[in-house]
Protein backbone atom coordinates (compact mmCIF):
# COMPACT_ATOMS: atom_id res chain seq x y z
CA UNK A 1 0.00 0.00 0.00
CA UNK A 2 1.33 3.17 -0.73
CA UNK A 3 1.70 6.30 1.76
CA UNK A 4 -1.01 8.53 0.09
CA UNK A 5 -3.45 5.68 0.54
CA UNK A 6 -2.81 5.41 3.54
CA UNK A 7 -2.55 8.42 4.80
CA UNK A 8 -6.15 9.01 3.36
CA UNK A 9 -7.39 5.69 5.21
CA UNK A 10 -6.25 7.02 8.54
CA UNK A 11 -7.77 10.49 7.63
CA UNK A 12 -11.33 9.10 6.51
CA UNK A 13 -11.35 6.89 9.72
CA UNK A 14 -10.59 10.07 11.85
CA UNK A 15 -13.60 11.98 10.50
CA UNK A 16 -16.16 9.29 9.78
CA UNK A 17 -15.50 8.85 13.85
CA UNK A 18 -15.59 12.67 14.48
CA UNK A 19 -18.21 13.66 12.16
CA UNK A 20 -20.92 11.39 12.77
CA UNK A 21 -20.41 7.96 13.70
CA UNK A 22 -23.32 6.21 11.45
CA UNK A 23 -20.99 7.69 8.20
CA UNK A 24 -18.52 5.25 6.82
CA UNK A 25 -16.35 5.79 3.63
CA UNK A 26 -14.30 4.18 0.80
CA UNK A 27 -12.30 5.10 -1.63
CA UNK A 28 -13.75 3.89 -4.81
CA UNK A 29 -13.25 4.85 -8.77
CA UNK A 30 -14.57 8.08 -9.64
CA UNK A 31 -14.91 9.91 -13.12
CA UNK A 32 -13.14 9.99 -15.96
CA UNK A 33 -10.15 7.67 -13.88
CA UNK A 34 -10.03 9.49 -10.47
CA UNK A 35 -10.47 8.26 -7.13
CA UNK A 36 -14.07 9.20 -5.09
CA UNK A 37 -14.47 9.16 -1.59
CA UNK A 38 -17.94 6.87 -1.42
CA UNK A 39 -19.67 8.18 1.47
CA UNK A 40 -22.47 5.89 3.15
CA UNK A 41 -24.83 6.27 5.71
CA UNK A 42 -25.69 10.24 6.03
CA UNK A 43 -29.41 10.71 6.35
CA UNK A 44 -29.28 13.45 4.10
CA UNK A 45 -27.70 15.98 2.35
CA UNK A 46 -27.05 18.20 5.42
CA UNK A 47 -24.88 15.41 7.01
CA UNK A 48 -23.54 14.52 3.91
CA UNK A 49 -22.18 18.11 3.04
CA UNK A 50 -21.14 18.81 6.80
CA UNK A 51 -19.04 15.42 6.26
CA UNK A 52 -17.37 16.99 2.92
CA UNK A 53 -16.14 19.88 4.49
CA UNK A 54 -15.04 18.21 7.93
CA UNK A 55 -13.24 15.96 5.67
CA UNK A 56 -11.67 18.85 3.62
CA UNK A 57 -10.50 20.44 6.80
CA UNK A 58 -9.11 17.37 8.00
CA UNK A 59 -7.15 15.80 4.74
CA UNK A 60 -6.07 19.34 3.65
CA UNK A 61 -5.24 21.92 6.29
CA UNK A 62 -4.79 25.28 5.14
CA UNK A 63 -6.47 24.42 2.01
CA UNK A 64 -9.51 26.75 0.42
CA UNK A 65 -12.45 25.65 -1.33
CA UNK A 66 -12.40 27.68 -4.91
CA UNK A 67 -15.45 25.78 -6.32
CA UNK A 68 -18.20 23.25 -6.04
CA UNK A 69 -19.94 20.89 -8.84
CA UNK A 70 -22.49 18.62 -8.97
CA UNK A 71 -21.66 15.91 -12.00
CA UNK A 72 -23.73 12.62 -12.93
CA UNK A 73 -22.28 10.08 -14.76
CA UNK A 74 -22.70 6.51 -14.70
CA UNK A 75 -25.97 6.52 -12.87
CA UNK A 76 -23.86 8.07 -9.58
CA UNK A 77 -23.87 11.62 -8.60
CA UNK A 78 -20.18 13.06 -7.27
CA UNK A 79 -19.83 16.66 -5.27
CA UNK A 80 -16.47 17.47 -7.19
CA UNK A 81 -14.95 20.48 -4.71
CA UNK A 82 -11.78 22.47 -6.24
CA UNK A 83 -9.52 23.11 -3.55
CA UNK A 84 -6.05 25.74 -3.58
CA UNK A 85 -3.32 26.45 -1.68
CA UNK A 86 0.26 28.37 -2.63
CA UNK A 87 -1.13 28.02 -6.48
CA UNK A 88 -1.39 24.62 -6.10
CA UNK A 89 -5.11 23.28 -7.23
CA UNK A 90 -7.16 19.94 -6.62
CA UNK A 91 -10.39 18.06 -7.04
CA UNK A 92 -11.60 15.52 -4.50
CA UNK A 93 -14.41 14.10 -5.98
CA UNK A 94 -17.30 12.74 -3.31
CA UNK A 95 -19.41 10.27 -4.86
CA UNK A 96 -22.86 11.47 -3.44
CA UNK A 97 -25.25 9.01 -5.10
CA UNK A 98 -26.35 7.40 -1.36
CA UNK A 99 -27.70 10.76 0.15
CA UNK A 100 -28.33 13.08 -2.99
CA UNK A 101 -31.60 14.38 -3.10
CA UNK A 102 -32.66 13.31 0.40
CA UNK A 103 -33.58 16.31 2.59
Not at 41 to 61: I, T
Not at 71 to 97: E, M, N, P, W
Request: glycine share 10%; proline share 2%; hydrophobic share 45%.
Amino acid sequence: MNRTIVSIAVVLAFVATSVAAEIRTRIVSGPQGSRAILIEGAANELDGVRFEYAFLAGAYPGWKKQSQALISTGGHYYDVLTITKAGATKRVYFDISEFFGKM
